[in-house]
């Protein structure tokens, strides 16, 4: 079964920054992308990033476009969430996921969710 462990979760002012990671074990397929969904107080589960482990190819949600970006180090099965410009709206338990890949080597979203251990980022001053 896969196991990820998430990191770097925490409270910040508005305008500040942070880092989460998210190391990833115990799978044996190749092809596959990281990323995280996250979960507002109140409100819906939305998808945040990925990024695919064969080319780096990265998506963002709205919301955080210009502001978060994501990256990884396949060599450690890890994604990095770096979140600047931090809002108060940003606050939310932030899940880290595996996606498997779908057609067209396209990243299967579905397969992920506000699911697992999570991490909460607080952004209030």
């Known amino acids: 079964q896969v196991q990820l462990v998430e990191s770097g979760g925490g409270l910040v002012r508005p305008g500040g920054s942070l880092r989460l990671s998210c190391a990833a074990s115990?799978?044996?397929?190749?092809?596959?992308?990281m990323g995280w969904y996250r979960q507002p107080p109140g409100k819906e589960c939305e998808l945040v990033a990925t990024?695919?482990?064969?080319?780096?190819?990265?998506n963002y949600g709205d919301s955080v476009k210009g502001r978060f970006t994501i990256s990884g180090d396949t060599a450690k099965n890890t994604a990095y969430l770096q979140m600047n410009s931090l809002k108060p709206e940003d606050t939310a338990e932030y899940y880290c996921n595996l996606f498997r890949m779908g057609p067209y080597n396209s990243v299967d979203v579905g397969s992920g969710a506000c699911w697992g251990q999570g991490t909460q980022v607080t952004v209030s001053s």
């Open positions: 115990e799978f044996t397929f190749s092809n596959y992308a």
């Open positions: 990024i695919t482990s064969t080319d780096g190819r990265t």
